[in-house]
């Protein structure tokens, strides 16, 4: 996510935060040689694991994962005015509290909830026969934490994880792996109630009240799958190989009769992927007004 113009720094490049971490660490220049973002990851964890020779790499990934978390706090501290103050994100708010909205924000850092009033910790529902099915107890409740506004017209999800619970935050090979597993279970499930509601699943999904458990299927991927959507973004990297599966999902998933567009605004390079309509705009700043002008005019989920 481009935040006010911003092109580098933690809270921008992906890049820049896994170098940032690495020059901490003291990781030989040469880990920081690949291109994948997810496979550098691996390298700085596999490498302080070799330096420090004290823990299992999974213990040393939870140390770094807090380390990362510090990070992007300091940052946050750093930015929140600026940001909040923004006109691009005082219009965003603005627009988007007209209807019942769902955000994803697959940032780690909690700007955007603190933008729109939503309450400080997250709600996280209760994740109902975990150990049956095969997914690790954060990437489960990846899908289900959100965080509301009092008023209750706009729900904030973060499925990558967030700076107020570190053993959430999804950086590496290893998480991307296993995660594909975690959407393809929210994607049964949300195939599940699909089924069962045939075409009254919005009005099903009216019903469900962001203080209350109503469904298994009562998470982010749903509403993905649901609503037309609206993304903006630099772009998606090609290691994100589980939000590219969903994507390719939805459009498999509505190919016969939906009529849900997901839209992708774009200053970057155009993507290809199945489903996916790539609108470029010139700035970001087109960009931003394309998205609060549709979420304004259909009421619909829109994606960050």
Known sequence: MVQGGRTDGPLVSWRWLLEHVAKQERVPCDVCMYDSLPLLWEAIVT?????????????????????????????????????????????????????????????????????FGCCSRPQLSVVRNIKRSGIRVEDARNMVRRWNRAEGNITVWKPHGW???????????????LQLAAYYLGFQRFKQVERSTHAMLEVELGRWRPASVMSDADTWITRFMAYETDMIGVGMISDEWALRWLCAQR???????????????????????????????????????????????TGDTAHI
């Open 163 to 177: 700076i107020g619970t570190p053993s959430s935050i999804r950086l590496g090979a290893r998480d991307y792996g």
């Open 47 to 115: 490498a302080s694991v070799r330096r420090h020779k004290r823990r299992a790499a999974h213990d040393e990934e939870q140390r770094l994962r807090k380390r990362v978390a510090a990070i992007l706090k300091i940052e946050s501290a750093a930015f929140r005015h600026a940001y909040h103050r923004s006109r691009w994100m005082r219009d965003f708010v603005q627009a988007l509290k007209v209807r019942p909205t769902h955000i994803i924000d697959l940032n780690f850092d909690h700007l955007l909830p603190e933008a």
């Open 251 to 297: 459009d498999r998933n509505g190919a016969r009769h939906s009529t849900r567009p997901l839209r992708w605004h774009l200053c970057s390079p155009v993507l290809t992927i199945p489903g996916v309509a790539c609108v470029g705009h010139g700035t970001w700043g087109q960009a931003w007004q394309a998205v609060t002008g549709g979420v304004c005019d």
